[in-house]
Nanobody, 115 residues
Framework: QVQLVESGGGLEQPGGSLRLSCAASGFSFGDYDMEWYRQAPGKERELVGSLSRFGPTNYRDSVMGRFTISTDGAKKTVFLQMNSLKPEDTAIYFC?????????WGKGTLVSVSS
């Protein structure tokens, strides 16, 4: 059974940091591109960043230099390190695995940035 389980969300003050984790199971982790999406209240889901199975990472402009995606292949886990958080980073963050037409989604973890 395929599972993507996110954790690490919570309430953080502006300027703070959070590290999200996504534990994967049920599929060949190393054969998929791993991505983080987010969806803020009343807005569409948007791509935060991606880590290709071939290595390159890409980030949306608004998080460039603040967020970093990494993986632990042995633990089949992908991370999103978020630094210098801003109120506009408030959203539900989703883990996504993709290979061609195959897509897997986690259920999300809520990140709230507020003073």
């Amino acid at each position: 059974q395929v599972q993507l389980v996110e954790s690490g969300g919570g309430l953080e003050q502006p300027g703070g940091s959070l590290r999200l984790s996504c534990a994967a199971s049920g599929f060949s982790f190393g054969d998929y591109d791993m991505e983080w999406y987010r969806q803020a209240p009343g807005k569409e889901r948007e791509l935060v960043g991606s880590l290709s199975r071939f290595g390159p990472t890409n980030y949306r402009d608004s998080v460039m230099g603040r967020f970093t995606i990494s993986t632990d292949g042995a633990k089949k886990t992908v991370f999103l390190q978020m630094n210098s958080l801003k109120p506009e980073d408030t959203a539900i963050y989703f883990c996504h695995a993709q290979r061609g037409m195959i897509h897997y989604w986690g259920k999300g973890t809520l990140v709230s940035v507020s003073s």
